[in-house]
């Protein structure tokens, strides 16, 4: 289905450099901006591109709602990591969102996501794919960098990938650490990075991380993406390779990574 891109369009920007990708993208291409942050690492980037940039916490469901319709924004894009912790700080949570929260059968990632699709569709605004303005930025098959899998690290990533889609059906996390065909870590609310840590302590060194899109992935949102800040876990845990889903995986600052992988002896590859 084509779709009619207003020239006005909004982004809900979480953590990182993504969105700030998104935004430099699309003002590139002739649109306006307007940004509600949910994080503050990137504010000062965002102003760059945005026309507009307003700091809100992700429970001030008012406040963006009210935003929103002030600024008449029919199409938006969700970019950037929002730590699922900030579910267990409710007191920071307005009354709608907490309203909000209590009707939702589960709180996993896919259930909390629809129901934002769902309330900002009875305002007359289309959550658009994340992809849209950044396809340039998806990942295709193949080795990245100069240094190539073994046959061990193979069995590893071969095993990480189907153990990974079997914890997207279920909507657990998107990502896994593998060392010597045993699982270290499995991606839960702590998110990625996190995950890495963990695992990586646990494997000593030569972990091998694999990070997939859910099996049937809604790219309006929770598209997976890596960057710098991933390489530089691994490196500082010693683990050895990073296996992403091609064609569905999202690499920021693409050149800056593959020359950090090549740097610090790992191997980074799409499959």
Known sequence: ?????ENKQGLIAGDGSLPIKMAQHAKENGFEIICISLAKDNLHD?????????????????RIESILKEEEIKQLSFLGKVHKKVLLQLNKFDKRAVDLIKEAARLNDDQVMLMIVNELSKLGIEVLD??????NLMIPAGVLGIHKPSPEQMEDVNYGFWLAKEMGKLDVGQSVV????MIMAVE??????????????????GAVVVKVAKPKQD?????????????KTMAHRGASLIAVEANETIIVE??????????????????
């Not at 289905?1 to 891109?5: A, E, K, P, R, S």
């Not at 965002?46 to 008012?62: A, I, M, Q, R």
């Not at 593998?178 to 065909?181: V, W």
């Not at 693409?254 to 499959?271: F, L, R």
Request: with cysteine.
């Open 46 to 62: 965002l102003k760059k591109y945005c026309s507009k940039v307003y700091s809100c916490h992700p429970g001030e469901v008012n």
């Open 178 to 181: 593998i060392k010597d065909k």
């Open 219 to 231: 790219k309006r949102f929770d598209i997976p993406a890596i960057g710098m800040k991933t390489l």
């Open 130 to 135: 994340q992809t849209i303005f950044i396809k």
């Open 1 to 5: 289905m084509t779709i009619t891109l």
């Open 254 to 271: 693409q050149e800056k990574v593959i020359k950090y992988a090549d740097e610090h002896n790992i191997v980074i590859m799409a499959v």
């Open 188 to 205: 839960a609310i702590e998110g990625t990075d996190a995950c890495i840590k963990r695992g990586a302590k646990l494997a000593k060194d």
